[in-house]
């Protein structure tokens, strides 16, 4: 079987597996439903006032995709991982051809339909519930598949070195939290102090909430990076990011050959 056709295979079964779960189908797309309701319905923006939601409701858009780009492939990844590893599964996919980074890779794409299907469900909840004005810039594509396969490299070394799933998921909602609203996404760094902002650039997520604001809302002001266009310069910075994620989570999977 050839390389592609490894990864299909597996690909396909990996879909298969989450679509039996109803449980974790059902939250996969419920839990940033709830958010965009409280958030963005409930409590709404106040652009003249003061705390939290200040800016207008398109500025929280990067916010509400990154529910699921982060939060979906640290939570499945570092799950799955731990999972296999406590199945023994890596022994018996070490007597196939498969290696560690095509599974890793298959599973990637797994989520990447998981997510591409509910950040769809999240665009069109964010423009009817909170009315925001927003640009569907075709940036947006590769944007999420790039947060994607970040995020799933550093979910596979929350599996790999983490002792069960329990402590996977622990792990990933203690790393997931702090991350989705210390990156840009829902608090600017003009509410945080001037100290904290070079750890605000440590984070991946913080290159995914800027390029992806001044992809579908350009009123927003990102400044450009080296002169270049802030979208593709974000983009730039998280897709090199990305390939540095995925190569350390498929090295960090267990070795069983």
Request: with cysteine.
């Amino acid at each position: 079987m050839s390389r592609m056709g490894r990864v299909r295979a597996e690909t396909s079964a990996g879909w298969r597996s989450f679509v039996r779960r109803r449980t974790a189908v059902f939250f996969t797309f419920f839990f940033p439903v709830i958010l965009i309701v409280i958030f963005g319905a409930l409590i709404r923006t106040d652009p003249t006032g003061e705390g939290l939601f200040t800016e207008p409701a398109a500025y929280y858009v990067p916010g509400y995709l990154a529910v699921v780009v982060l939060f979906t492939p640290l939570s499945r990844m570092g799950s799955e991982v731990a999972r296999h590893r406590e199945g023994s599964r890596f022994e018996k996919l070490a007597t196939t051809p498969l290696s560690r980074a095509e599974w890793l890779l298959a599973q990637t794409v797994v989520n990447a339909i998981i997510i591409g299907l509910a950040s769809l469900l999240i665009l069109g909840l964010v423009v009817v519930l909170t009315g925001a004005d927003i640009a569907f810039s075709p940036l947006l594509v590769p944007y999420i598949l790039v947060g994607v396969v970040c995020f799933c490299g550093v979910g596979a070394m929350l599996g790999s070195y983490t002792e069960s799933q329990d402590g996977a998921v622990a792990a990933s909602n203690a790393i997931g939290l702090p991350l989705l609203f210390l990156s840009e996404t829902f608090i600017s760094l003009s509410q945080l102090p001037g100290w904290f902002e070079p750890l605000v650039n440590l984070s991946p997520l913080t290159y995914f909430a800027r390029g992806v604001r001044a992809a579908t809302y350009p009123d927003a002001g990102t400044a450009a990076v080296a002169g270049v266009d802030p979208a593709l310069a974000n983009l730039a910075i998280l897709a090199a990011l990305a390939l540095v994620a995925f190569a350390l989570g498929a090295r960090s999977i267990p070795r069983t050959d």
